[in-house]
């Protein structure tokens, strides 16, 4: 069974950061892509930034509206993603949520964590 399993949501004021995190445990994947998606209240869900695999050169995507704040990254051996947001508006506000894609097209979502950005 596979399993991603969300870390770092939180309340935060406008300006400030947050790091998220998403480890995969279970299964031996060869993963592709690894990214971050959002939904607010009342929205459909959003990509925000997803990371290709390669060991010499990655793919990175970002939504327009986080771009210049948010970076992603990943480590293939904690066979882990990461999502640095920063500068954080109220806008953001949403359950962030962790998708990862096999190199057989086979995709995994994580449970989803709270990101409340507010004063």
């Known amino acids: 069974q596979v399993d991603l399993v969300e870390s770092g949501g939180g309340l935060v004021q406008p300006g400030g950061s947050l790091r998220l995190s998403c480890t995969v445990s279970g299964g031996s994947l060869v993963i592709a892509t690894m990214g971050w998606y959002r939904q607010a209240p009342g929205k459909q869900r959003e990509l925000v930034a997803d990371?290709?695999?390669?060991?010499?050169?990655?793919?990175?995507n970002y939504a327009d509206s986080v771009k210049g704040r948010f970076t992603i990254s990943r480590d293939n051996y904690k066979r882990s993603v990461y999502l640095q947001m920063d500068m954080l508006k109220p806008e953001d506000t949403a359950v962030y949520y962790c998708k990862v894609i096999r190199s057989t097209g086979d995709t995994y979502w994580g449970q989803g964590t709270q990101v409340t950005v507010s004063s």
């Open positions: 990371v290709t695999s390669g060991t010499r050169a990655r793919n990175t």
